[in-house]
């Protein structure tokens, strides 16, 4: 198979007496076709070479740091993958006040609501580190979930494991205090990491975006982060690191 079918989607089938391998009858056939032809009807899809790479209806661009990537109110006509880089979203309320809602890391969508039928986008999208970011157009997203089931479970999956982090969100900000709030999403950036391994976080974020997104104040926030630093949870060494003991203040009643 050539390196433009893989970009395009699934091969197409080989001819056989005027049907193709893909054919439903001939899918039925079972060993009758023979091993050779059976390997070849098979499909040969893989939903990360689709992100990795461009093609039609899909365009790799680079942002930097700061840069905007798209702002609420735009049009929603595709939606995001982040192949490397951090990515932050934020709303506006009517009355100015920016609230952060989510840090997206690398292997993640967003934007993906136009594919609901959203015609403006309600959050905006900033690069936080130079990012590379796969624009996927709507109809050409729409096309591969529909015709690739492997992509579809994976994006299916993805919304899903986001749902479950909402509703823990949820719960997180209706129950828990402040400090154990800041410890859960400290390690959420930190990506858990193995016991003892500091892992860095997102470089130099502010203890103003971890105020917005745990909803306390910034002095909050630093009397918290002293007192983590001071028990060894975390550590400065060129940007902020996190060790995963720091789970014990998310676990400890």
Known sequence: MSPASKRNGSPRGTKIGGRTS?????????????????????RDFDPHAFLA???????????QRKQGIFAQGDTADAVFYLQTGKVKLTVVSK???????????EGA??????????????????????????????????EALHREHEFSDLFV???????IRYEEDLVDQLFNSSEKRLARILLLLAHFGKEGKPEPVVPKISQEMLAE??????????????????????????GLQVHSSLLHVVLHD
């Open 95 to 105: 009355t100015g006040k920016e609230a952060t809602i989510g840090i997206v890391g």
């Open 213 to 238: 997104m745990i909803g306390t104040t910034r002095s909050r926030v630093s009397f918290f982060m002293n007192r983590f630093r001071e028990l060894g949870f975390i550590h400065y060494n060129g």
């Open 157 to 163: 999956a993805y919304l899903l494991a986001r749902n």
């Open 53 to 63: 790479t461009i093609g039609e209806g899909r365009k790799s661009l680079l942002f």
């Open 109 to 142: 969508f967003f934007g993906e609501s136009s594919l609901a039928g959203q015609a403006l986008r309600m959050d905006s999208a900033t690069a936080m580190t130079d990012c590379t970011v796969l624009r996927i157009e709507k109809k050409a997203m729409m």
């Open 22 to 42: 893909n054919d439903p009858i001939l899918q039925t056939a079972g060993n009758a076709i023979g091993p050779s032809l059976v390997a070849k009807k098979k």
